[in-house]
């Protein structure tokens, strides 16, 4: 089984940045290779969890519209970790933002984090 922590959340200011950390450990039962895409989500207080941002084994990453310019996923194969910078933060980026990593090539969802904290207020 896998286990994914999440860590870098907390109390920013609008502009600022964070970065947030997502470390796997364990392993990928069923999967020869292991954990394959790593992404993070968001889910803001009454609304659905949503993609952020998502990069495969090979560094190919997409983001979704409002992430473009302003946030960075990359991950450390070696150590199974996905980062996500995120800068010129902006209230509307508050949320808890999860980690989650797939087994299979272009998939997500098979392992979730616990999630950690993002707010960005004065």
């Known amino acids: 089984q896998v286990q994914l922590v999440e860590s870098g959340g907390g109390l920013v200011q609008p502009g600022g940045s964070l970065r947030l950390s997502c470390a796997a450990s364990?392993?990928?039962?069923?999967?020869?290779?292991?954990?394959?895409?790593m992404g993070w989500y968001r889910q803001a207080p009454g609304k659905q969890r949503d993609l952020v941002a998502r990069?495969?084994?090979?560094?190919?990453?997409n983001y979704v519209k409002y992430a473009k310019g302003r946030f960075t996923i990359s991950r450390d194969n070696a150590n199974n970790t996905v980062f996500l910078q995120m800068n010129n933060l902006q209230p509307e980026d508050t949320a808890v933002y999860y980690c989650?990593?797939?087994?299979?090539?272009?998939?997500?969802?098979?392992?979730w984090g616990q999630g950690t904290q993002v707010t960005v207020s004065s």
């Open positions: 990069i495969s084994r090979g560094g190919n990453s």
């Open positions: 989650s990593a797939g087994t299979s090539p272009g998939t997500l969802g098979d392992y």
């Open positions: 364990g392993r990928a039962s069923g999967s020869i290779s292991g954990i394959n895409d």
